[in-house]
């Protein structure tokens, strides 16, 4: 493993004196992982990246059943603060880039995503609200694994929420294999390599919301199913934002709110805009958007009854710049925030199970998006494709 050192990238929350040992013997034993600063781990601070005070969760089931089985917790990350964002600004100065400085890693698991990619620890725990997992995994090139919404192997009992509704626990590694093995020793039950001749992929690339960058690194992607033997037809989903955004803000809300009786907190200006605005919305307004959320629910269903997975772009463009609040796409220019979360949010809002896989563009990842209860098929399908090598 790569040593954390001055950590230039600002990752890192927390690096414990002696890292947390896993029982000897056990299945993950040999393995080190981060944790997100969201997961409480008793005698560690929490501080979810803010200057601003925050509720204490309790100690995390998650955290705890990975030292049982074997594996060592060797500090915590940064992530974009209090999780709300994908850039990985917070409270400390933010999380840069792993390999390209001047850009951002995404986020919200920004410092999760780095301390894989540079090799300082084998896997790292994240969580998945709207894209927290998975535009990390794709901008740092590295992969992501977002459970099925209340797996109850991947428990976020113990993590500070963001919005209970959409909130994932899950790992992110530098391969698949590696997710594997962690999710085969929390479940108790092996995943088997699976072969990609007779499936059905729907193509999700709506026209216009990435860069050409992006557009050919995915369409080259379905090119590797194709040979592989799968079967690709387009499919076709709404931007999910008007039931993600109430739904996510008003949880926020409530998640902080004694925080929120002060004037000034200690929250970024972004951070304390988007939790005042959920906290105004009206009862109604909510309940328009869990209306939303079913018929959206009822959408992704039915596709699933023609398709096994759904193959699409991870994130809109290669990493932005620090401080860039917008992208040049095939529509036109769009705000940053809105250009991703779009491509993200579906999956997480409607809890369905998702793999980040890297694409041959530098820093540009896919999602495979799986059935409800085909989390271990899905990662099947995607150990079937790392080892093909295609």
Known sequence: MGAIGNDPQRAWAFVAPEPLQGQAGGPLSGLTFSVKDLYGVPGWPLRASTRAPVPDPGQSVLVQRLLELGAAAVGKTHLHEIALGITGLNGFGGT???????????????????????????????????????????????????????????????????????????????????????????????????????????????????????????????????????????????????????IVLNEAAQVHADALKQDDPGFLPFTLASLRQGAALSAQEVQRAFDLRADYAALLDGIFTAFDVILAPGVPTPPPLQGQEEVELGEGITPLRRAVLRLTTPFSLLGAPVVAYPTAAPFVGVQLVGRHGEDDRLLGLALGLEESGA
């Open 96 to 246: 840069a880039h792993p390999f390209r400085p001047d850009a951002v890693p995404g986020g919200s698991s920004s410092g999760a995503a780095v301390s894989v990619a540079l090799g300082q620890v084998d896997f790292a725990l994240g969580t998945d609200t709207g894209g927290s997992i998975r535009v990390p995994a794709a901008w740092c090139g590295v992969v992501g694994f977002k459970p099925i919404k209340g797996h109850p192997d991947w428990s976020t009992e113990g993590v500070l929420p963001l919005s209970w509704t959409c909130d994932h626990a899950g790992p992110l590694a530098r391969d698949v294999k590696t997710v594997v093995r962690v999710h085969e020793a929390l479940t108790g039950a092996g995943v088997a390599k699976q072969a990609w001749d007779g499936v059905h992929v729907g193509l999700w690339l709506p026209e216009g919301w990435t860069d050409t960058t992006v557009k050919e690194a995915v369409l080259s992607f379905a090119g590797r199913l194709r040979a592989l033997g799968a079967d690709l037809a387009p499919v076709h989903l709404p931007e999910m934002l008007d039931a993600y955004s109430p």
